[in-house]
T-cell receptor
Framework: DTGVSQDPRHKITKRGQNVTFRCDPISEHNRLYWYRQTLGQGPEFLTYFQNEAQLEKSRLLSDRFSAERPKGSFSTLEIQRTEQGDSAMYLC????????????FGSGTQLSVL | ELKVEQNPLFLSMQEGKNYTIYCNYSTTSDRLYWYRQDPGKSLESLFVLLSNGAVKQEGRLMASLDTKARLSTLHITAAVHDLSATYFCAVLSRGGGGADGLTFGKGTHLIIQP
């Protein structure tokens, strides 16, 4: 069990560019979540997958954001036409999908949009 | 809309002292989590509280839940420097798709001085 893995750890991009992040959950976990955290704030829920199905999206997830989990294993989060306001830590979490259980978080991808 | 408020947001205390962090939330929920985050690191799950009157303890930390008051507390006993971190409470908010999106508080930044 290597935990939730995210790649890259840091990403610096220019405004208007597209970026993609990857999350590999704990292998037997069928639920996968994306959160965003800005400095001094708690994480904000973005979206959630049960296996390959994207079941919930926050209103924070504008049409420039898209997430996929094609085979029910790893997931990608893409941001198109990045804006400076997108600068944040993007956290991925996974869980077994059972009641009353913990979410395990990855180390995050720190995005800086210049 | 579910709102989660933590108090205080910043706390500096001396080793050996006791203190309590408070977490209030605005709507009924059946799950409350406490997480710890060290600078530049991801979130570590501390406690999951499921029912009114639930109390859980791990080392010098004890968490409790009062669902009627919509209040959870995280009590620190005889603080030690290693407990310096940011502590978040998070409350389950169920989306239309049944997703388990957590709403986090802003966090309590705890510094424990020798």
């Amino acid at each position: 069990d290597t935990g939730v893995s995210q790649d890259p750890r840091h990403k610096i991009t220019k405004r208007g560019q597209n970026v993609t992040f990857r999350c590999d959950p704990i292998s037997e976990h069928n639920r996968l979540y994306w959160y965003r955290q800005t400095l001094g704030q708690g994480p904000e829920f973005l979206t959630y997958f049960q296996n390959e199905a994207q079941l919930e999206k926050s209103r924070l997830l504008s049409d420039r954001f898209s997430a996929e989990r094609p085979k029910g294993s790893f997931s990608t989060l893409e941001i198109q036409r990045t804006e400076q306001g997108d600068s944040a830590m993007y956290l991925c979490a996974s869980s077994l999908g059972r009641e009353n259980e913990k979410l395990f978080f990855g180390s995050g991808t720190q995005l800086s949009v210049l | 809309e579910l709102k989660v408020e933590q108090n205080p947001l910043f706390l500096s205390m001396q080793e050996g002292k006791n203190y309590t962090i408070y977490c209030n939330y605005s709507t009924t929920s059946d799950r409350l989590y406490w997480y710890r985050q060290d600078p530049g690191k991801s979130l570590e799950s501390l406690f999951v509280l499921l029912s009114n009157g639930a109390v859980k303890q791990e080392g010098r930390l004890m968490a409790s839940l009062d669902t009627k008051a919509r209040l959870s507390t995280l009590h620190i006993t005889a603080a030690v420097h290693d407990l310096s971190a940011t502590y978040f409470c998070a409350v389950l908010s169920r989306g239309g798709g049944g997703a388990d999106g957590l709403t986090f508080g802003k966090g309590t930044h705890l510094i424990i001085q020798p």
